[in-house]
């Protein structure tokens, strides 16, 4: 079965800071991999996803990714947040199963 | 192009009352999927439907039920609903037979169970 854990489940930083959010997976075989961004009071979009080819993936508003299959680890990175980053953000992986399972989400909030 | 749009946005509930969450998507995907949302809980699947005509259980379907009336629509209903049930509650669709395909959600649907 596959499982998806993500260890900060509170960030908080200064605007121009930079970050790093933890993704591990489980999951034996192949993967799709999502990060998916959620604004208070509105629903998930996606940031950006992983399926195959260049283990970093660009997404939207200047977010990075990395697949580091070795470690089952898929990080979100941002060089410098901005106040309109605040956010929850939710890891995601599909294996097996079509269907994919979400972690249970990290709280960014960045101070002006 | 609205995406997945769901109905009520709102909706305050008394204990044993019965309620159906509507949710219909614009974009022929086969895959739909109801979620409910709780502080420190992440999303936990409800209920899913891989394709017209069919439905499975997913992590947490006690106290509901659904319908795949169409490629386009899924409702939930609480038949009874309980305080327990207090949450929010996404709709999701996508196209599974893409690889990487994402889910798309709706809005959510802020539900209280008094």
């Known amino acids: 079965a596959q499982s998806v854990s993500q260890h900060n489940h509170h960030v908080i930083l200064s605007e121009a800071a930079s970050l790093e959010l933890g993704c591990n997976y489980s999951?034996?075989?192949?993967?799709?991999l999502f990060w998916y961004v959620q604004y208070p009071g509105q629903h998930l979009q996606l940031l950006l996803k992983?399926?195959?080819?260049?283990?970093l993936v660009k997404g939207i508003k200047g977010f990075e990714a990395e697949f580091i299959k070795s470690k089952f680890s898929f990080n979100l990175r941002k060089p410098s947040v901005q106040w309109s980053d605040t956010a929850e953000y939710f890891c995601?992986?599909?294996?097996?199963?079509?269907?994919?399972?979400f972690g249970r989400g990290t709280s960014l909030i960045v101070h002006p | 192009n609205a995406g997945v749009t769901q109905t009520p946005k709102f909706q305050v509930l008394k204990t044993g009352q019965s309620m159906t969450l509507q949710c219909a998507q614009d974009?022929?995907?086969?895959?739909m999927y109801w979620y409910r949302q709780d502080p420190g809980m992440g999303l936990r699947l409800i209920y899913y439907?891989?394709?017209?005509?069919?439905?499975d259980k997913g992590e947490v379907p006690n106290g509901y039920n659904v319908s795949r009336l169409n490629k386009r629509e899924f409702s939930l209903r609480l038949e009874s609903a309980a305080p327990s049930q207090t949450s929010v509650y996404f709709c999701?669709?996508?196209?599974?037979?893409?690889?990487?395909?994402?889910?798309?959600f709706g809005d959510g649907t802020r539900l209280s169970i008094l």
């Open positions: 999701a669709s996508s196209d599974i037979d893409r690889e990487g395909q994402p889910q798309h």
């Open positions: 999951y034996g075989g192949t993967v799709n």
């Open positions: 992983y399926f195959s080819g260049d283990p």
């Open positions: 995601a992986v599909k294996g097996g199963s079509y269907i994919p399972t």
């Open positions: 974009m022929n995907h086969n895959s």
């Open positions: 439907s891989a394709s017209e005509g069919t439905t």
